[in-house]
């Protein structure tokens, strides 16, 4: 773990230090750093529910959210199903689903005879 040789001494050391600790021999601060993650701990875990309270807690409901767009208003709906047997091979069926839909937007203005054309 320490170094043996002079130069590697003094590359392992900060800038700053005396020659007589680079004698020493010790290693960089940053060989001895924490890991960058720790593992999840109790109380690493009651921190975040207490800071997921606090901030329900500071949270204003009271704003209006985004408008929700509105449903369409479905007038007519017909689904049609069809199924046969493939030609060639008996066990397998074919099947076709087919959605008929009148829809009315209430949003939209609707255009006169004129206006179509």
Known sequence: MYRRDAESAEKSTLPNTPPFLRALRVPAVKEFAMPSKKPDSFLGWLGRQVGFVSKA??????KK????PQEPNVVYRADNIEEAPHPEQPNITLRR???????????????????RG
Do not use: G, L, R
Request: charged residues 40%; without cysteine; proline residues 7%.
């Open 57 to 62: 807690i500071k949270t204003d409901v009271t």
């Open 65 to 68: 959210s985004e408008p929700q």
């Open 97 to 115: 689903t087919t959605i008929d839909e009148v829809i009315v937007e209430k949003d939209k203005p609707q255009m006169n005879s004129d206006e």
